[in-house]
Structure formats: structure tokens, C-alpha cells
């Protein structure tokens, strides 16, 4: 399946969830308060990791996905910010912005590789995911489980991008295959 027939069925199916809702909207539940106040601080801090590494890598596949990441964190920050505020829920104290400047200004030493780089991401693709869908699976209103679940198939897409530059570069890292004992041999 396509990118442009996998983004007309999400596109589709949040549409269909949508429409499943009356327009009533019970009141935000603790548990809904705290997977907002939890995702948004995770998603200020990603931002700033973000900030960094574009500080560190002169890659410019490394670049290009790094902007993706942090225009998609951006978004989520954006969108669940206006939410909170709506919704009078305090927000988490954000970062700050990291400045930029130049890789070579940064010390061998205090540098992340490239692969460092991807890995981490990758690690935040998998957490957010699950952070998300287990929002998604808790709400009781249908417009706090369709944010979370959009922001799932924004990092599980990030996850699927992100997979097929570290392959390509030798960067993916797996786990060893396992045959159990008495199994029968390929």
C-alpha cells in the first residue's frame, strides 16, 4: 500500500471515528488531564533532543528527518497546548529553546553520532507510540482519544521513516534471532 493510499485510509477511518461522537463533550477526566500534562512535557523535551542534534550531524538525510520529527513535535505541542489551555488544564514547564550553531563547535567527545542520533529517535517513535495509544484506549471522549490517536500514526509513521534510513545506513539495531532448542532448522 502507497504512502498516498495509507494517508486516504487514516484520513478516512479519524473521519469515521469522528462522526461516531454527538458533539457532547462530558467533562475531562483526571486520567485524560494527566495523558496531556504527560505527553506534552515528553513532547517539549523531544523537541529540545531535536534542537540538539541538528547542532551535532552534518548529515543531510540526518537533517531532513530531524526536521520532519521536530515540525511533526511541533504540531503535537501546538495542538495539545491549545487543548489544555481550552480545557483550563495547567501546562508542564517547557524547555528552552536550544540556539543554533554549528557541528563543528561541538567537542568530539560531547558529540552524538549519527546513529546515536536515529537510535534515539527511534526510542521516542516507540515510547510516544505507546503513550498515545494508551491515551487513546483511556479516553472517555472521543475528541481526546482521536488527538491521541492522530499523534500515534504521526510517530508510528516517523518509526516507519526513520526505520528505513537506519536500515539503508547500517544503523537499525536488532535484537538476535532466536531458535529454541529442538526447533527444526531452516
Not at 67 to 84: I, Y
Not at 134 to 153: E, H, P, Y
Request: with cysteine; aromatic share 10%.
Amino acid at each position: 500500500m502507497g504512502k498516498y493510499n495509507f494517508t486516504k485510509w487514516i484520513d478516512a477511518s479519524l473521519k469515521t471515528l469522528k462522526s461516531l461522537t454527538d458533539g457532547e463533550k462530558d467533562d475531562i477526566h483526571v486520567g485524560e488531564v494527566m495523558a496531556c500534562w504527560t505527553y506534552l512535557a515528553f513532547v517539549e523535551s523531544i523537541i529540545s533532543y531535536e534542537e540538539i542534534s541538528l547542532n551535532m550531524t552534518k548529515n543531510k538525510e540526518v537533517i531532513n528527518f530531524v526536521n520532519e520529527a521536530l515540525k511533526v513535535a511541533n504540531s503535537h505541542k501546538q495542538e495539545l497546548r491549545n487543548f489544555m489551555i481550552e480545557e483550563g488544564i495547567p501546562l508542564p514547564k517547557a524547555p528552552e529553546h536550544k540556539p543554533n550553531s554549528e557541528p563543528e563547535a561541538v567537542p568530539e567527545g560531547a558529540k552524538l553520532t549519527d546513529d546515536e542520533i536515529m537510535n534515539t529517535l527511534s526510542i521516542n517513535f516507540v515510547y510516544a507510540g505507546n503513550m498515545c495509544g494508551g491515551a487513546a484506549s483511556q479516553s472517555v471522549r472521543t475528541d481526546v482519544g482521536i488527538m491521541f490517536l492522530k499523534f500515534q500514526i504521526d510517530k508510528f509513521s516517523l518509526g516507519m521513516k526513520a526505520k528505513s534510513l537506519m536500515r539503508k545506513r547500517g544503523w537499525l539495531k536488532i535484537p538476535p534471532y532466536y531458535h529454541p532448542p529442538g526447533a527444526p532448522s531452516k
